[in-house]
């Protein structure tokens, strides 16, 4: 079956950096696009990134451009996303996303707090 399990959130102050990952298996990783969604607390689901089966083709939501970069190691099986220069506004649980297969990781918390 489809797992997604994310890793790498963490607490860490406005202007730092923060490495997610994703473990992907159960299906093609390499074949397909994977995104990266984040809820923040009392706030809707936010699609955030989203990077093509080969790697090619890239998303970002404007409010992260030029501080998140998407992507992925299809010899892993693994989603990444780099974050630099955090804001509060990033806080959020972060979801690793199989659209195609309507597959969401468990999340990991992200905490920007000085």
């Known amino acids: 079956q489809v797992q997604l399990v994310e890793s790498g959130g963490g607490l860490v102050q406005p202007g730092g950096s923060l490495r997610l990952s994703c473990a992907a298996s159960?299906?093609?990783?390499?074949?397909?696009?994977m995104y990266w969604v984040r809820q923040s607390p009392g706030g809707g689901l936010e699609w955030v990134s989203g990077?093509?089966?080969?790697?090619?083709?890239?998303y970002y939501v404007d409010s992260v451009k030029g501080r998140f970069t998407v992507s992925r190691d299809n010899a892993k099986n693994t989603l990444y996303l780099q974050m630099h220069n955090l804001k509060s506004d990033d806080a959020a649980v972060y979801y690793c996303?199989?659209?195609?297969?309507?597959?969401w990781g468990q999340g990991t918390q992200v905490t920007v707090s000085s």
């Open positions: 159960g299906f093609t990783f390499s074949s397909v696009w």
């Open positions: 996303v199989y659209k195609q297969g309507g597959s």
């Open positions: 990077i093509s089966g080969g790697g090619g083709r890239l």
